[in-house]
T-cell receptor, first 110, second 115 residues
Framework: GNSVTQMEGPVTLSEEAFLTINCTYTATGYPSLFWYVQYPGEGLQLLLKATKADDKGSNKGFEATYRKETTSFHLEKGSVQVSDSAVYFCALLKGGKLIFGQGTELSVKP | SQTIHQWPATLVQPVGSPLSLECTVEGTSNPNLYWYRQAAGRGLQLLFYSVGIGQISSEVPQNLSASRPQDRQFILSSKKLLLSDSGFYLC??????????????FGEGSRLTVL
């Protein structure tokens, strides 16, 4: 079946450090891929998306590239800020349903 | 612009009591609607989704049910809550304009604690 696997957290970084959160997926065909972010006590917000192989989604300094050959959609940011502290969810859309990974908690210290 | 509202935001209920969480969407027609649950320290699990009035698909067997009495209204219910029903419930919608690749938009969530 369709599934998403994310690296486990929590991830703790210092401000201005480089961030990578790994995400791999299992699905038939070409699902759309997403990263959502959840700030403490809030719902989910779309961070970025990619709809076909080799697409790069980007937003607020975050980037992720849809890699069909490795079935991956890793999230990266060159310099994190304290305000980036949140839980990040990788997800795929297939058959009208959004399937999430387990989420990765990021904590950025000043 | 489209907006999604969920209520109540916080709910504390005793075991065995009924539940009703409501979600409404504004500014769009015939959206796909979804209920997700986020248990403490875990990811999001799809509970129900609906492609139209009265059309509900259940993803996992459980103590909950969903209804869609109007195009932009989605209700999550239970007749008798269990301790394991505690969690953060999120409603979401997806517009047809997004096509097959359209993302979901989420409400602010309803936190349910069953005691």
């Amino acid at each position: 079946g369709n599934s998403v696997t994310q690296m486990e957290g929590p991830v703790t970084l210092s401000e201005e450090a480089f961030l990578t959160i790994n995400c791999t997926y299992t699905a038939t065909g070409y699902p759309s891929l997403f990263w959502y972010v959840q700030y403490p006590g809030e719902g989910l917000q779309l961070l970025l998306k990619a709809t076909k192989a080799d697409d790069k989604g980007s937003n607020k300094g975050f980037e992720a590239t849809y890699r069909k050959e490795t079935t991956s959609f890793h999230l990266e940011k060159g310099s994190v800020q304290v305000s980036d502290s949140a839980v990040y969810f990788c997800a795929l859309l297939k058959g009208g349903k959004l399937i999430f990974g387990q989420g990765t908690e990021l904590s950025v210290k000043p | 612009s489209q907006t999604i509202h969920q209520w109540p935001a916080t709910l504390v209920q005793p075991v065995g009591s009924p539940l009703s969480l409501e979600c409404t969407v504004e500014g769009t027609s015939n959206p796909n609607l979804y209920w997700y649950r986020q248990a403490a320290g875990r990811g999001l699990q799809l509970l129900f989704y609906s492609v139209g009035i009265g059309q509900i698909s259940s993803e996992v067997p459980q103590n909950l049910s969903a209804s869609r009495p109007q195009d932009r209204q989605f209700i999550l219910s239970s007749k008798k809550l269990l301790l394991s029903d505690s969690g953060f419930y999120l409603c979401a919608w997806r517009g047809l304009a997004g096509g097959l690749t359209g993302e979901l938009f989420f409400g602010e969530g309803s936190r349910l604690t069953v005691l």
